[in-house]
T-cell receptor, first 116, second 113 residues
């Protein structure tokens, strides 16, 4: 059963603690992404990785960090430097085509993080 | 820079009536455009995509969208709404490199019985 898994579904942390969100995919996709979603807003890109051992900042990378040591895994750490960490976090993956045609992203079920 | 604007934050329809969700894009080149659906506390599911082939694109669950370059629009329609269509819908377009997507603000659809 192919897809993207994110765990846990709900996560609660105290302010000042770092927390790591898991994202695993078995689609054999090269590219992976992390988005943040706030109520009534669209998705905003935090980080993305087009290949193992490489990643780039998205539009709102401050206060976050990532790693891409394995093709199937792209964990996101929300650090204490992130001012408003409470949000719904979505992981996605995609596979570039040789033709250069645009390719859709596949999304995981998300992790809802609450920091108090 | 590429961007999309969803013109309605909320749409309310009666079951069995047509649904229209509006999306306008701005792009310096011919874009790829996507519509995704998100049910509460779930990830996003791709409904359909436009990638410079046919301008009328058919997707899953009876949805379709028409790319109109002259109007810079990519509106999503469905002839007859079902209760299961109640969800949030996002229009998205690609950025130039890395297949990064830019999302609209979303349209929440309410379906009344």
């Amino acid at each position: 059963d192919g897809g993207i898994t994110q765990s846990p579904k709900y996560l609660f942390r105290k302010e000042g603690q770092n927390v790591t969100l898991s994202c695993e995919q078995n689609l054999n996709h090269d590219a992976m992404y992390w988005y943040r979603q706030d109520p009534g807003q669209g998705l905003r890109l935090i980080y993305y990785s087009q290949i193992v051992n490489d990643f780039q900042k998205g539009d709102i990378a401050e206060g976050y960090s990532v790693s891409r040591e394995k093709k199937e895994s792209f964990p996101l750490t929300v650090t204490s430097a992130q001012k408003n960490p409470t949000a719904f976090y979505l992981c996605a993956s995609s596979q570039p085509q040789r033709t250069g045609a645009d390719y859709e992203q596949y999304f995981g079920p998300g992790t809802r993080l609450t920091v108090t | 820079a590429q961007s999309v604007t969803q013109l309605d934050s909320h749409v309310s329809v009666s079951e069995g009536t047509p649904v229209l969700l509006r999306c306008n894009y701005s792009s310096s080149y011919s874009p790829s455009l996507f519509w995704y659906v998100q049910h509460p506390n779930k990830g996003l599911q791709l409904l359909l995509k436009y990638t410079s082939a046919a301008t009328l694109v058919k997707g899953i669950n009876g949805f379709e969208a028409e790319f109109k370059k002259s109007e810079t629009s990519f509106h999503l329609t469905k002839p007859s709404a079902h209760m299961s269509d109640a969800a949030e819908y996002f229009c998205a377009t690609n950025k130039a490199a890395g297949n990064k997507l830019t999302f609209g603000g979303g349209t929440r659809v309410l379906v009344k019985p």
